[in-house]
């Protein structure tokens, strides 16, 4: 273990944006992915998660094992999904299973995997529309029925 504190750094000032802090759009990134293998990033491939200073997120560890395991939600959704700092109560996990298009899902004579199907693609699109409160309760809702 290395233990440090930094005096000075010396970054170019071409790489900064115009507050002065770093534009990570701006270096060529490289991210650890396990093994020898490595990835850059750039471009679309970047995203970034708001977190609220001396807020708590819920974690990815908090979501349901369908959500954390779904083939429709990215990464990015499920950093989404665990950068919410709260967790919907009972009450709010009843409105959302009485939503118009949720109701619909849950009623219908569709299997299970159907149905996962389904409400992991309108916990994407509560993402895409800037909803994560709702995507979340969505998430939490269908654990009942997974």
Avoid at 93 to 109: G, M, Q
Wanted: aromatic share 4%; proline share 3%; glycine share 8%.
């Amino acid at each position: 273990m290395i233990v440090c504190a930094v005096d000075r750094m010396h970054v170019k000032e071409h790489l900064l944006d115009d507050q002065g802090e770093l534009d990570t759009t701006k270096i060529d990134l490289v991210g650890r992915m396990g093994g020898n293998w490595y990835c850059r990033a750039f471009g679309d491939s970047l995203f970034e998660v708001s977190k609220p200073a001396g807020v708590s997120a819920i974690g990815i560890d908090a979501l349901p094992a369908h959500v954390r395991q779904s083939e429709i939600l990215s990464a990015s959704d499920l950093g989404i999904l665990g950068s919410e700092t709260k967790i919907p109560t009972e009450k709010e996990l009843e409105k959302i299973a009485v939503l118009p298009d949720i109701d619909s899902i849950i009623n219908s004579k569709k299997s299970l995997a159907e149905k996962k199907i389904l409400l992991h693609q309108q916990i994407k699109t509560k993402i895409a529309l800037g909803h994560p409160e709702v995507a979340i309760g969505i998430a939490l809702w269908a654990r009942r029925i997974f």
